[in-house]
Structure formats: structure tokens, C-alpha cells
């Protein structure tokens, strides 16, 4: 017996240690039921872990207006059109220097001031009383915006003659059919030469051939040719904020410049859309700055807006950077993406992604994982 074993020891020792390897291989990948149900029965149980959380609310955050444009050269004077009608023919082009008394373009008016013609039948009634109507509305949009600082006197006292004619029109108009009295009213003029009111350098042009343009439009500037000024475009709501004299900064690239409101125009569509485009004095020129470059208009306008927001530590980053919140719903982990905006001292602006009042996690979030049971405290 003791020969047989000692002829066999590699081969015993050799089975021996594959039947531990085996055995080890079946622990590591729990395939003893025994060894599970034992592990099952005696594991003790491990309690929630205590997490701190906090409901996404509102806070006050300042209210900042941004508007971008670009640097043209500075207006030295606006020149604007007394008609309403088509550019038939445009003689210049930006940068172009001019002189005073110097045709700009050639405008195909379709109305003209006031002249006097004989009495038409009280079919002509509804067209004067529609021309004062839409004097009347103009006016009253132009006061507007006089009030708050978006236009020129010299635009209000133009509307202003408009409305003044097209009342006189009207109370002129004839009363009856057949009546031979003469009335005041618009009438076709035809080609009209707008020229430049002085010398300077051709910017800000606003308009085109074969553009219309209604009266009182702002059609170009005439600029110093060495100057340059912020132009941006504004939308009716922040001329409530950005008015004439109002300090902002400006960003142009890398450089940050203070500047001021110099002058707000309105610009009327094709669609007879009103925007506005404001002008931005620079203080001083800096170096490198050239026509055509973008910029933005930052305005501080020392008002508040609500917006929702969370504690800014509660925001967590995943592998693609992208931000996201861990939440807290029947005392279970969930995770939740957000985009956020800016931050408002301790808390950061939540722009998509999240309900108000939703609990998320505050701080480090360690060990826990979607899923988890948690105890709040």
C-alpha cells in the first residue's frame, strides 16, 4: 500500500490541488446553495444611510441685459426720408465720403406733402379719414417712444406734421357728393433726391434699391470717418431699461469697454415690424478695433427676476460633463439632468430639467447610487 501511494504522489498531490482550485472558483462565484442560504440567513440588515436635502426654489437673481451688434463709424447725423415710397436709385455705399448738398439716392415717393386739389366725390371720405387714422397711430407710437427716450424731437416733430396734415385733410374733406370745394390732401409726387444735410462718411446704411421705406425712416448716418460706436440691435421690451444716457459695457473680443446710449432709431420692416438699433458711444478708442466687429452690449439694469435655482454644491458632472442632480422621491436616490444658467452667490440658475420644489441632494453623495434608500435628516 505504502508502494502504491508512493508509485502515485504526483498524480494525488496533482488532484489534490486542482480539487482546491475548483473549490476556491466555487466560493469566489457562490455556487455552494449552502454556503448562499447561510449568508442569506445570518447577513445583518444595513440601515439607510442619513443624506441632507434641499427643495430646488427661487431666488432673486440680477437682472443683466445682453444684446450683441457691431462696431460701425460714429454717427455724426442721421439722415431720414419726409416720404414714403421706393429707393429707385442708391448713389453710395458705406465709408463713402460725402459733401453737403450731395444726392444720396433718388426715392420713387408715393406720398408727398399736403397740396391743394379740387373737391373729389364723398367716395374720397374713407381714404382721408383712413390717412388721418394711420397718422393718428403713428403719432401716438412715436410719443411713445419719445417718452421713453428711444427717438429723436426732430422724429416726433415729423410725425407730429404728418398728423397736423392728414387732419387737415380730413376736416377739408367734401360733405356731400357733387360739392365743387377744394380739399387738402397726399398726392403722388414722384421722383424725389434726398441729399446729404452735411459733409461726413457714409455708415449705419439701412437701406437698399428697390427697398420701400415708409416716412420718417431712418435711411443712413453720417459719420466723423474716425470714430467708432457700438451698434446694437434692441427689441421694443428693453427700451424700457436701455434709454438715452444709459451706461453699459461693451465686449469686444478679449476687451471690455465702457460706453454709453447715444442715440435709439426705429427701423421698420417690409413687414412693417418695428425694431431699434441702438448707438453706443465708446469711451476712448482702444487700439485694434476696426468696422464690422461683433460685439455685445452688457446692461446692469439693477432690477431682479425670480428664477429656479439649487445650491450650487448639489450639482454633480458625469463622465461626458454634463451636469446633473441626485433627487429624492419616496426616500429613494434618482438621478435628474439639468442645464443650468448662472450663479447667484451660493446657488446656481436651473434652466431646464428640474420641477420647483424638487428634493435634491446637498453636498458629497459617497457610497449612495440611484436606487439607494436614504433617510433624510
Known sequence: MKIAIRQNQPVLVGGLLLLVLAALIAVSYHLFPLLRWARHQFQL???????????????????????????????????YTEYAGTVARLY???GQAVKTGQPLLTLEAVTAPPVVQPAQPSAGLPASR????????????YQKLYDLGAISRKQLEAAAARLKAARESQGSAP????????????????????????????????TAQGKNVPSGQQLMSLGSGQELEAVISLEQSDLYVCRLG???????????????????YPEVGEDQSVTYRAHIKLTGQ??????????????ETGQ???????????LQQDDTGSCFVYTVTDNTVGTQPVS???TVGDFTEITAGLLPDTLVLRGAVGGLYPGATVVLQ
Open 286 to 299: 482702444p487700439a485694434g478695433l476696426v468696422p464690422g466687429m461683433a460685439v455685445q452690449m452688457i446692461l
Open 45 to 79: 440588515p444595513q440601515s439607510p444611510a442619513a443624506v441632507t436635502a434641499v427643495a430646488a426654489g427661487v431666488v432673486d437673481k440680477p437682472y443683466r441685459l445682453v444684446r450683441t451688434g457691431s462696431l460701425e463709424q460714429a454717427q455724426l447725423l442721421p439722415v
Open 304 to 314: 431682479t427676476v425670480p428664477v429656479l435655482a439649487v445650491p450650487s454644491a448639489a
Open 130 to 141: 383712413a390717412s388721418y387714422e394711420n397718422a393718428q397711430q403713428e403719432f401716438d407710437r
Open 340 to 342: 443650468i444658467g448662472e
Open 246 to 264: 444709459t451706461a453699459v459695457t461693451l465686449q469686444l473680443g478679449e476687451q471690455t469697454v465702457p460706453g454709453q446710449v447715444a442715440g435709439i
Open 175 to 206: 360733405a356731400a357728393s357733387g360739392s365743387t370745394t377744394q380739399s387738402v390732401a397726399a398726392v403722388p409726387r414722384g421722383p424725389v433726391e434726398v441729399k446729404a444735410p452735411a459733409d461726413g462718411i457714409v455708415t449705419g446704411l439701412m
Open 92 to 94: 453710395v455705399v458705406p
